[in-house]
């Protein structure tokens, strides 16, 4: 069954900190891959998506992700976390024939910044 | 370009009442998407439409939960004899896909959702 695992739940990191988010999948095929930023009160806003080529992708807000095949992870990371940055962060799989987004979500990782 | 727009922003009802919910697509936006998203969990799709068709529900939907989409414009959730287990934040997602089939990716814009409260 396809699934998204995020193993950290919350997630603590110092203004200025590089900061890593990590994301396994588990997909029959070669997924599209996708992280959303849900800040409080708003809605899921894409950062960045995967689906072919570079294994290194360049998103919004000075973050990158990058894909595994072999390790099944599509990790999300950003050298210097901002204040703002503060936030819960989804990956996602997806997505499935038929051609439209029936994502499936990870549980999310709660993101915290110290100043 | 106005985002899309979801009312009320909070509900909170009696176990067994029946709510609604409304999304405002963004204009033009094709497709329309509903996720449900409990406490600690990640969104998870309950049904899509394609303009005024609803194409798929998952299984999550049950008969208590009808979703529609007239005139391919805005679309409303309802829950009829809403359980205490109904209550979370409902997502509406809206995208423009200019082709009916293949794998073409098409941008989800949220909205940002209906926190409903079953007491």
């Known amino acids: 069954a396809q699934s998204v695992t995020q193993p950290d739940i919350h997630i603590t990191v110092s203004e200025g900190a590089s900061l890593e988010l990590r994301c396994n999948y588990s997909?029959?095929?070669?997924?599209?891959l996708f992280w959303y930023v849900q800040s409080p009160g708003q809605g899921l806003q894409l950062l960045l998506k995967?689906?072919?080529?570079?294994?290194l992708v360049q998103g919004i807000k000075g973050f990158e992700a990058e894909f595994k095949r072999s390790q099944s992870s599509f990790n999300l990371r950003k050298p210097s976390v901002h204040w703002s940055d503060a936030a819960e962060y989804f990956c996602?799989?997806?997505?499935?024939?038929?051609?439209?987004?029936?994502?499936?979500f990870g549980a999310g990782t709660r993101l915290a910044v110290h100043p | 370009d106005t985002g899309v727009s979801q009312n009320p922003r909070h509900k909170i009802t009696k176990r067994g009442q029946n709510v609604t919910f409304r999304c405002d697509p963004i204009?033009?936006?094709?497709?329309l998407y509903w996720y449900r998203q409990t406490l600690g969990q990640g969104p998870e799709f309950l049904t899509y439409?394609?303009?005024?068709?609803?194409?798929?529900k998952s299984r999550l939907l049950s008969d208590r939960f009808s979703a529609e989409r007239p005139k391919g414009s805005f679309s409303t959730l309802e829950i009829q004899r809403t359980e205490q287990g109904d209550s979370a934040m409902y997502l509406c997602?809206?995208?423009?896909?200019?082709?009916?089939?293949?794998?073409?990716?098409?941008?989800?814009?949220f909205g940002s959702g209906t926190q409903l409260s079953v007491l």
């Open positions: 997602a809206s995208s423009f896909a200019p082709g009916d089939r293949g794998r073409s990716y098409e941008k989800l814009f």
């Open positions: 997909y029959g095929a070669t997924p599209y």
């Open positions: 995967y689906f072919s080529g570079d294994t």
């Open positions: 996602a799989v997806g997505p499935f024939s038929g051609g439209y987004n029936k994502l499936i």
């Open positions: 204009s033009e936006h094709n497709r």
């Open positions: 439409f394609q303009n005024e068709a609803q194409l798929e």
